[in-house]
């Protein structure tokens, strides 16, 4: 019995000592914030992910996605080892090669809509035709955009497409430079609010979720460490839950909008999941199949395969939802 027990033990200090060799050979973790992922702020301004990681002397790096494009560039980059976008965001990047597996839900919002000013006379998506865009490609609103345009018989070639980024675009829209805007919050509520521009085209259920990537060869070589900054991840969305005046704060301090321009953002801003399965397959696959047939994804894209790998619920075990 006493032998049998030393082995245990023997086995389990590996185990530890194992788990404590993977950290120490790590020195830093790059992740993102952005305005698009109220959770985040609260991570970072909290300093949760340093606290965690103080004791394995892993420095926390924080650099800014200022949109899904970016945080998938920086992830191609290996300039970053966690980054925010959306599902159907992950989605395009992971069959353009982007290798990366979504892990963690942060949000499920409804961060974009198709704007136009008041006296523009657009009113339905049918109004665009011949119309000139600003759009982000790669990001949510871009392809909201063209699910949008595919349910009324018209594609990207009927109109102007104007590539700009988000906060960039909405500026374009205000000068009178282009008719619509694909916008993102909080940059669009702002639009809304201070603006007074119409958000003509609503359709919460094509917007796809917001999650957390990580780089699959950081996986690979730390998946303790993925599991941590997810459980970290988790004390900031619990606390963003139960403070919203924080999370409001937060998100006012760093955009530099007012109350009502953020509380606008945070009625469409729904915290309330965190763990990666079933429901973002489906939401994610459907934005994939649409984007096939609206021809912005080639036919021979195995887009039910191309999600299963995308999605690895392994890491958020412990969440229990």
Known sequence: ????????????????????????????????????????????????????????????????????????????????????????????????????????????????????????????????????????????????????????????????????QHADGKLALQRGDVDAWAGLDPIMASAEVENGDVLFHRKPENNSWGILNVREEFAKEHPEIVSRVIAAYEEARKKAIAEPDVLKAALVEVTKLPDTVIARQLERTDLSHSKIGDDQRVTIEAAGLALQQAGVLKPEVEVKAVVGDLIDPSFGAALGQ
């Open 1 to 164: 019995m006493k032998s049998l027990f030393g082995i245990a033990l023997g086995a389990a200090l590996s185990v530890v000592t194992l788990g404590q060799a993977i950290a120490a050979d790590l020195s830093e973790i790059r992740i993102d914030w952005a305005t698009y992922n109220p959770v985040s702020l609260i991570l970072k301004n909290d300093g949760i992910l340093e606290k965690e990681f103080e004791k394995d002397g892993i420095k926390v790096t924080w650099v800014q996605s200022a949109g899904s494009n970016k945080a998938l560039e920086f992830l191609n980059a290996s300039s970053l080892d966690f980054g925010s976008t959306a599902g159907a965001a992950g989605l395009i990047g992971k069959v353009n090669g982007n290798p990366i597996k979504s892990i963690y839900v942060y949000s499920r919002p409804e961060w974009t809509a198709l704007v136009t000013r008041k006296d523009t006379g657009i009113t339905k998506v049918e109004d665009l035709k011949g119309k000139s865009i600003a759009v982000t490609r790669g990001t949510d609103p871009h392809i909201f955009l063209v699910r949008a345009l595919a349910e009324v018989g018209l594609t990207e070639k009927d109109v102007t497409l104007v590539l700009l």
